[in-house]
């Protein structure tokens, strides 16, 4: 832990520029500060440190999570949603079998862009970012000053956030600008250079969604306090890599590519059998809809109407069996058109929110 210390507490150390080496350590209990229970208007402000315990090589105070996030009716009843997440395991290449079909409908709506069709590649590139990793974030630091009153606050002072699009490129901006006015003076984890982050909740303007925007810096570096760092010294620093969710096995990733195929494929219907599969994959059901971030509801905006509505003319992407009883069948469609119906509500729902967003 030497090189942390020496980083976070030496003025002569470029912030911005330091090189890192890795190292585990172990995590603490519940050691996640709520902020999204924040009510609207108030705000909190952290003190972010860097990522691990040890300095590494590419590893800043930001850790991706890189979680893909598909959403499902349920089938026994339409007015609950499946929420499947897993970590993917190599985006960047064709070699992924989950990931490459999304970018496979990437490179389709460049082709239909070139083409002249833009509706269409507009269409399928809000499907393909729809089903694309998900831009969240885990960093760690000090709670300066809590917007929520906690029930049970750890005994741990360095807490770990899990940071949404918004409040990401807030800091990124920040990080990266060049104006003299609003340049921070080192990198946010900084002991001594690092300026604290304030995360401000408010609302869209017709206060219907949460929204993080006007998060951002304070107006100059503050340098950690000594009961900071007795904190560090006494439980260490967490190692964020360590949360991230495990990768699927090849089983596993092998449905999970076959879910994928009939989720960009328009089929929103959850299927109860997958469930005995899903090793690591966190499957998570809820009664009805919560208020999701506006960034969330942008990036979650059910475009392909054209798919939607091929679902009503073919009971939802499925042919009957031949051996399917008649009345079996009925019911069956009734509730394939219930899915559909479900499916174009939410789509409404979320282009007006995501047009409310962008507003």
Do not use: C
Not at 8 to 31: C, G, I, M, N, W
Not at 136 to 151: I, L, S, Y
Not at 214 to 234: D, M, P, Q, V, W
């Amino acid at each position: 832990m030497e090189n942390v210390l020496q980083y976070l507490f030496d003025e002569t150390t470029d912030s911005l520029k330091v090189q890192r080496e890795s190292q585990s350590t172990t995590s603490a209990a519940s050691p996640f500060f709520r902020y999204k229970q924040m009510d609207a208007g108030q705000s909190t402000t952290v003190r972010f440190l860097p990522a691990a315990p040890r300095l590494a090589p590419g590893l800043n105070f930001l850790v991706e999570k890189r979680i893909v996030r598909l959403r499902f009716a349920d089938p026994n009843n339409e007015k609950n949603e499946i929420s499947l997440s897993f970590r993917p395991m190599d985006v960047k290449t064709a070699h992924d079998p989950v990931m490459a079909q999304v970018q496979a409908l990437s490179k389709e709506a460049d082709a239909e862009e070139k083409a002249g069709h833009d509706a269409r590649a507009k269409q399928l590139r809000s499907t393909a970012s729809r089903h694309w990793v998900k831009p969240e974030f885990f960093a760690q630091g000090f709670v300066v000053r809590p917007g929520v009153k906690e029930d049970n606050i750890p005994e741990n002072p360095i807490r770990i956030f899990e940071l949404n699009k918004q409040l990401v490129n807030k800091i990124r901006n920040a990080i990266n600008s060049d104006d003299p006015d609003t340049m921070l003076e080192g990198s946010p984890e900084h002991g001594t250079k690092g300026t604290p982050f304030i995360i401000k909740k408010t609302m869209t303007g017709d206060g219907k969604w949460p929204s993080y925007t006007e998060s951002g810096f304070g107006n100059k570096a503050s340098a950690l306090t000594e009961e900071h760092r007795a904190a560090i010294l006494k439980y260490n620093l967490f190692n964020l890599t360590e949360f991230l969710p495990k990768i699927p096995d090849e089983d596993e990733y092998e449905l999970l590519a076959e879910i994928m195929a009939q989720s960009l494929a328009g089929d929103y219907l959850w299927n109860p059998e997958w469930e005995s599969r899903l090793k690591v994959s966190t499957v998570y059901k809820s009664a009805g809809r919560g208020k999701p971030d506006a960034d969330t509801v942008e990036g979650e905006v059910v475009a392909d109407v054209e798919q939607a509505s091929r679902l009503l003319g073919n009971k939802a992407g499925r042919a009957p069996s031949a051996s399917t009883p008649e009345d079996e069948l009925s019911s069956k469609r009734i509730a394939d058109q219930q899915v559909v119906s479900a499916v174009m509500e939410r789509y409404n729902q979320k282009k007006a929110a995501a047009e409310r967003a962008d507003a």
